[in-house]
C-alpha cells in the first residue's frame, strides 16, 4: 500500500490564533455588559462602527498588498483591535473620530508594518493616541455612571445612536448635564485645587476603589483576565509585571503622604489600567519575547502609567505607557535573552 | 542490599509537553512472535557510520546468526542473516532511513526451517573477559543503539571507555506517544534489561548505573525493581522520571537524572554519563548470554490505521507490510505511514520497506493534523516556553525567513534538538521544526561551500606563491650566472658561446 508523505511532527496542533482571538473577544464579554449597564449602549455603536472600520481597512490593505483577505479576516485579530478601541473611547464618540482611530491602527499601525505578526505598535493603543490628539474635546467627554442618587441625565439607546452617528446631543441637553469628569480627571483636578485624597474620595463619583461603575467593570475585566490565563492564552508576566510597575511607586508614595497621592487601588480600579493589564499590553505581537522580558515589559508600562498619570499631563497614560515600551522592546529582547541549555550555566565545556 | 524503589531525584528540564500517550492500544496483548516471512530485505547499513560491506554472494545459502556484511576496522556494525534460506538478490530496495527511496539490500528467501550456525563453544561469561575484550565482543554481535540513533554501540561504548565517566543511564523513559516497545521489555524482560546492564558496567569499568523509566509505566517499573532485588546488584538505581515529552531524549535524561547540561555541541560523555536504549542492553545480554546476535526486535505497530495494535518481535528484514497484515491489516482511515514517533518519526510512502535495528514503532495514522493555512508568527511565544533547550523559535524562524546566518548561529540553531514541541503549539501552525531542519541543511551546504571556497583559495595561494618562488630563483640563478661570466672575462665567454654551440649541435 501507498501512504502520503508528511513532515515531523504528525500530531494535531494544539491551537489556532482565530482560537485565541476569539476567547480574548470572549472574555471581554462580562466587562461589555458591564460597560453598557454603567455607560448606556454607546460602547455597542462604538464596537459596530470600530469593527467594520478595520474590518473594512484589513481587506482593502489585503487587497492592495495583493494577499487573500480572506485568511486575514479569519484570523480576528483586527475584531480584537476594534474591541479594545472600542474599550478605551468614551461611550459617547461620534461614529467618525472611532473610524479614524480603527482605520489609523490597522491602515497604518498595523498593515504598513507587514501586517499581523509585524507590527510595532499596538494598532489599538496608535490609533486612540492618534484621536486624542486630533479629538481632545471629544475624547474627554465621559457620560455619568448610572448612580441611582444625584441628577445625572442618562442617554437612551436612540439618543445615544443620534449623538453617534450626528455628533451632536438632544435638543435640550447640554454637555455638562450628560457627562461627568472620570474619576482620574476629578483626582488630578482636586489635588491641583489642594484638596486632599479624602476629600476628594467621598465625591459623589467615587466608589471604593476607583469611580462608580469604573470599578465593576475593571472587575469584571479582571474575571475575563484570569480566565484567559488559566486558558493559558495570557501568562502572568505581563498582567503581573504592569501591577507591579504601578502599585509598587503608587503604594510607596500613598504609605509616605496619604493626603496628596491616590491609593494603589485607586490607580488599579480607575481608568484602564486592568484593561491594560490584561488585554491591552497582553498583545504578543508588539510585547517583548521572553518571558523575563516580558515582566519587565509589563513593569515599564506600569510604571509609565504612574508617572504619566502623576506628573503627566494626560490623565491616564496607559496609550502612551504601551507605545512607548513597544519602542524598548528590541532592547529588551536583546538583553533578556535566555540561556540556552548547555550553554554556560553548570554545562562543563567540552 | 540495594532499595530498588525508584527514587525521584531529579534535575529540571525546561519546558516540554504533556502529550496523549497512545500506549495503552499496544500494550494489552503480550509481545507477540511474527512468523517468518517468505522474503527478509537486510539493508547493508543499518547504522550510523561506516557503510558495511557484504560478505555473501546471490545464490548462496545462509544460516540464521550468520555473517552477511561487515564494516571495516571496528567502525560500523555487522549485519547478520535473521533466518536460514538463500541470498537471492543484492539489489537496491526502498529503506526508512531514506524515506522509502531504495538503498542497497541483500534479500533472502527464507526456506522456513531457521537453522542457526553452529556457535563456536560456549561462550566464556563475561565476568572473566578483561573489559576491552567485552567491548570487542559487544562490536561482533552487530548491536547498535535501538533507541532510533542506530549508533553502533560497540564504537560508542569504545569513545566512552577513553573518557572519565560517573554514570551509566539506561534509558527507558520512551517518551514519545505511541510507542511502547521498551515498555513491553522492560514489563516481559526484565531480567535481561538488568542483566544487560552489568555487562555495561563490567565493560565500562564503571559503578553506577541508573535505569530510568517515566513514571507512566508502573507494571515496567514493578517488574525492574523485582528483576534488581533478584540481582542483588549494588551498582544499579532505578529512576522515575515524569512523563514529560521529551524526557528520553539523551541529553535531556541526563539532565533530568543528573541535573547537568549537556555542553553545546558535545556529548553526554563530557558530563560523565553515556546513555544506553533498554533494549541495547537486553540486546547486548541476548549475544553475550545466548550468542544471539541482533536479528530482531520489539516493534510497536499501532496508530488508529492500525486495525489491532500490538507489540510484535519481528525478524530484522521483515517487510513493514508484514507486521501490518499480522495485526489485522490497516483500517479505511489510513494516510500516513510513519517509521517511529509521532513526533519525531519518518514518513514513508511505501510499506515495502523492511524492519531494520532502528524500527522500534510503525505508526500508521489518519489525516490528524488538519493542514491548516500557515499564518504570520504573532510572537506568543508558546514555543519558546515549551521548547527543552529554551531556545526562542520565534526568533530562529524570523532569522531563518531572513536567512540571516550569524543570526541563526548565535541565537542556537544548531543547538535544536529537533523534538517538535514548537511545532505543536504553534497557533499559526507554521511548520518549524522542518523550516529549522531545512535552515541547518542551508547552514552546513554554506559551510561545505566556504571550505571549498577556501580550499580552493589556498591552492591558488600556493601555486602563485610556488611560481613566485620559481621566478625569483630564475633571476637570482641568472644574475649568478651573469656574475660569474662577468668576473670570468671575455675568454670564458667565447668558452661557453663554443661549449653551447656544441651542445647545439648534437
Given amino acids: ?350 | 542490599m540495594s532499595s530498588p524503589a525508584p527514587t525521584y531525584d531529579l534535575g529540571k528540564l525546561h519546558g516540554g509537553l504533556r502529550l496523549d500517550a497512545h500506549k495503552s492500544a499496544s500494550t494489552g496483548l503480550p509481545v507477540q512472535s511474527l512468523p517468518l516471512p517468505a522474503q527478509l530485505i537486510l539493508p547493508i547499513d543499518q547504522h550510523a557510520g561506516q557503510p558495511a560491506q557484504p560478505l555473501v554472494g546471490v545464490g548462496e545459502r545462509v544460516l540464521r546468526g550468520q555473517l552477511l556484511a561487515e564494516s571495516p576496522g571496528t567502525l560500523g556494525a555487522p549485519v547478520h542473516a535473521s533466518s536460514s534460506g538463500k541470498v537471492v538478490a543484492i539489489e537496491p530496495w526502498p529503506v526508512v532511513s531514506r524515506h522509502g527511496d531504495p538503498a542497497p539490500c541483500i534479500v533472502i528467501e527464507c526456506d522456513g526451517d531457521d537453522r542457526a550456525v553452529e556457535s563456536p563453544e560456549d561462550p566464556v561469561p563475561y565476568t572473566e573477559l578483561p573489559a576491552d575484550a567485552v567491548l570487542h565482543a559487544i562490536l561482533q554481535g552487530g548491536i547498535v543503539g535501538l533507541g532510533g540513533a542506530v549508533y553502533p554501540t560497540a564504537q560508542k561504548l569504545m569513545q566512552a571507555a577513553a573518557c572519565k565517566l560517573e554514570y551509566l543511564i539506561l534509558n527507558g523513559a520512551e517518551c514519545e506517544p505511541y510507542i511502547s516497545c521498551d515498555d513491553m521489555l522492560m514489563r516481559e524482560r526484565a531480567d535481561s534489561v538488568v542483566s544487560g546492564a552489568q555487562i555495561l558496567l563490567h565493560a565500562l569499568q564503571l559503578d553506577c548505573g541508573y535505569i530510568v523509566v517515566e513514571s507512566d509505566k508502573p507494571e515496567a517499573i514493578r517488574q525492574l525493581a523485582s528483576a534488581m532485588t533478584d540481582a542483588a546488584d549494588e551498582r544499579l538505581v532505578l529512576k522515575q522520571v515524569p512523563t514529560i515529552y521529551p524526557s528520553g531524549g539523551e541529553d535531556q535524561l541526563v539532565q533530568l537524572v543528573t541535573d547537568r547540561e549537556v555542553p553545546s555541541g558535545g556529548l553526554p560523555t563530557d558530563v560523565g554519563c553515556l546513555v544506553q536504549n533498554v533494549g541495547t542492553a537486553a540486546a547486548i545480554h541476548d549475544w553475550l548470554q545466548n550468542g544471539e546476535p541482533l536479528i530482531s526486535r520489539i516493534t510497536t505497530i499501532t496508530g488508529d490505521g492500525i486495525a489491532n495494535p500490538m507489540n510484535v518481535r519481528a525478524r530484522i528484514g521483515t517487510p513493514v507490510a508484514e507486521l501490518a497484515k499480522f495485526a489485522g491489516g490497516y483500517t479505511d482511515s489510513a494516510r500516513h505511514l510513519v517509521i517511529g514517533g509521532p513526533m519525531t518519526g519518518k514518513s514513508i510512502t511505501t510499506d515495502r520497506v523492511p524492519v531494520v535495528k532502528a524500527t522500534n514503532c510503525i505508526l500508521v495514522l489518519s489525516d490528524l493534523r488538519a493542514p491548516g493555512p500557515e499564518l504570520p508568527c504573532i510572537r506568543c511565544g508558546e514555543c519558546a516556553a515549551v521548547c527543552p533547550v529554551q531556545l526562542q523559535p520565534q526568533q530562529l524562524f524570523w532569522y531563518a525567513c531572513a536567512d540571516d546566518e550569524r543570526k541563526l548561529r548565535s541565537h542556537g540553531l544548531i543547538d535544536c534538538i529537533e523534538c517538535g514541541c514548537c511545532d505543536l503549539v504553534c497557533p499559526s501552525h507554521i511548520p518549524l521544526t522542518y523550516d529549522f531542519r531545512m535552515a541547518k541543511a542551508r547552514i552546513r551546504e554554506l559551510e561545505d561551500e566556504k571550505a571549498r571556497a577556501e580550499r580552493a583559495r589556498r591552492r591558488f595561494e600556493a601555486r602563485s606563491e610556488r611560481l613566485q618562488r620559481e621566478q625569483h630563483e630564475r633571476e637570482t640563478e641568472l644574475a649568478r650566472q651573469k656574475e660569474r661570466a662577468r668576473q670570468a672575462g671575455p675568454d670564458a665567454i667565447a668558452e661557453i658561446m663554443k661549449r653551447k654551440q656544441r651542445d647545439e649541435g648534437d
Fill in chain 1, 1 to 350: 500500500m501507498d501512504f502520503e508523505r508528511r513532515e515531523a511532527p504528525y500530531l494535531a496542533p494544539t491551537a489556532n490564533v482565530a482560537g485565541i482571538m476569539q476567547q480574548v473577544l470572549l472574555a471581554l464579554v462580562p466587562a461589555a455588559i458591564a460597560h453598557v449597564w454603567f455607560f448606556g449602549p454607546g460602547l455597542i455603536f462604538n464596537l459596530v462602527v470600530a469593527a467594520a472600520a478595520c474590518i473594512g481597512g484589513e481587506a482593502l490593505m489585503m487587497r492592495l498588498r495583493g494577499r487573500p483577505a480572506a485568511s486575514a479576516l479569519a484570523d480576528c485579530s483586527a475584531l480584537v483591535t476594534a474591541a479594545l478601541l472600542a474599550f478605551a473611547l468614551p461611550s459617547l464618540t461620534p461614529w467618525w473620530i472611532t473610524a479614524t482611530a480603527a482605520l489609523f491602527a490597522i491602515i497604518v499601525a498595523k498593515h504598513l508594518y507587514g501586517g499581523l505578526g509585524f507590527n510595532i505598535f499596538n494598532p489599538a493603543m496608535a490609533g486612540y493616541v492618534v484621536a486624542l490628539v486630533a479629538f481632545p474635546m471629544h475624547l474627554n467627554l465621559w457620560v455619568a455612571p448610572r448612580m441611582g442618587d444625584i441628577d445625572y441625565q442618562f442617554l437612551t439607546f436612540l439618543q445615544t445612536l443620534q449623538y453617534t452617528l450626528t455628533g451632536n446631543l438632544p435638543d435640550m441637553l447640554t454637555y455638562d448635564q450628560v457627562s461627568r469628569a472620570t474619576p482620574l480627571d476629578a483626582m488630578k483636578a482636586g489635588l491641583n485645587d489642594m484638596r486632599t485624597t479624602a476629600e476628594i474620595r467621598s465625591l459623589p463619583v467615587m466608589g471604593d476603589f476607583g469611580g462608580v461603575g469604573w470599578e465593576w467593570i475593571g472587575n469584571f475585566i479582571a474575571v475575563g483576565g484570569f480566565w484567559l490565563m488559566i486558558r493559558r492564552i495570557v501568562r502572568w508576566h505581563i498582567p503581573l509585571g504592569v501591577g507591579a510597575g504601578l502599585l509598587v511607586p503608587a503604594g510607596v508614595m500613598w504609605l509616605l503622604s496619604p493626603g496628596t497621592e491616590p491609593s494603589p487601588g485607586f490607580h488599579m480600579f480607575s481608568g484602564a489600567a486592568l484593561l491594560c493589564a490584561f488585554f491591552i499590553a497582553t498583545d504578543p505581537v508588539s510585547a517583548a519575547a521572553s518571558p523575563k522580558g516580558r515582566f519587565i515589559y509589563g513593569a515599564g508600562i506600569g510604571l509609565l502609567i504612574y508617572a504619566i498619570r502623576t506628573w503627566g499631563a494626560d490623565v491616564d497614560g496607559v496609550a502612551y505607557a504601551v507605545l512607548i515600551m513597544n519602542m524598548a522592546v528590541p532592547a529588551i529582547d536583546r538583553i533578556t535573552r535566555p540561556r540556552i541549555v548547555g550553554h554556560g550555566g553548570n554545562a562543563r565545556s567540552p
